[in-house]
Every structure is written in structure tokens, then in C-alpha cells.
């Protein structure tokens, strides 16, 4: 798996630290995954806060709030081509699996139902009050691999960090689906390694 590990803080502008991680990777695809518009849906996000130092009722807010931007700004960027967020996640709850938006099997079944060759899975981790951890997978839902799998440090005010972490994944999402599932290495365009496995987080 070919992971992006990114540290975010805010000191009057974002600092980006990227760093790859590749485990079982192959040379990016010469030639594209699927059509630019095929489908994507995206699972309601995940929160994990059981190693967090201190856990408050409200870290759910957070995982709240990254589910919003994530649905509002893939929503922006897709437009019709993203299936109606509210319509993926019925299909997860009809699951009765609390764990499914976070496993790349139970994601691959549910973007089916939906009609979906793409979908998108996050999670927000909480490890203190001013450091929390965004993850996220683009996996193409007919083969189950793992084109894009992120994860970024966020650092700062909580509720500003999660939207930049978020808005950022999103646009990557949309870059990424709209060249077929062919990833560059952002920012400088170099081609990236891209996994060939299926797998869950």
C-alpha cells in the first residue's frame, strides 16, 4: 500500500510535510482505470478517538464536520457525478455493520448498490485537543484498489484543520477521478505509485 503522510498547521498559512510510504506498489498505470465520469460515492466519515489522551462528547463534531465539507466540496467538484451522499449512507445503515465505512470490502459492496465505480472512505482521529489525524482511500470499486490512501497530521485549532484537511482530500478525490485513477505526485505533478491491492484501514 502506498500511503501520503501529510502534517497541516496554520501559522498564518499552510505548511505541508509530504512523505510516501510504499509497501506493495508498481509503477503508476499507463493507462487510466476508468472513464473521467464514471460515479463516485462517499461513506459517511469515521471517527476514532480510543488512543486520544482526553475524550470529550464533543469530538464527534469534528467527524461531523468533516463530513460535511467532504460531501459539500466532492459535491462542488463532481456535481452529478458524485451519487447523493445522503443515498450512500442509507446504504451503509442498511448494512447493520457499524464498521462498514471504514473497510474496503463492506465500502466496495455498498458503492454497488449504489452504482458507484469509485468510493471515497475517511476517518478522523483525535490524539490530543490540538492534534488530530485525517486518513483517507480512493478505491476503484471493480478491482478494489487502493488508488490514493492519505493521511494527514492535523495540527492547530481543531475546526480549521479539519476543514483544510478535508477540502484538500476532496480536491485530490476530483483530480484523480477526473484522470481516470492515474495520481500525480502532488504538488509537482510527478507520476506516483498506486496500489494494486484491496485492503481495509
Known sequence: MSMRSRSLGVAGAFALCLAASPVTAQDAPAAALDAPTAPVAVLPVVLYTEQANVQEATDTAMAALADSVLAGKLTELLGTQLVPPARSAAAVVARHDATCSAVVACA???????????????????????????????????????????????????????????RIFAERVTRTVRAGGVTTNFPNGAPEAANTQAGSR
Do not use: C, Y
Request: glycine fraction near 10%.
Open 108 to 166: 466496495r459492496a455498498v458503492a454497488r448498490t449504489v452504482g458507484a465505480r469509485w468510493v471515497v472512505l475517511v476517518k478522523v482521529s483525535k490524539t490530543s485537543n490540538l492534534i488530530w489525524l485525517f486518513t483517507g482511500q480512493l478505491v476503484h470499486v471493480p478491482d478494489g484498489r487502493i488508488v490514493l490512501d492519505d493521511s494527514t497530521e492535523l495540527k492547530g485549532e481543531p475546526d480549521g484543520m479539519v476543514r483544510a484537511g478535508t
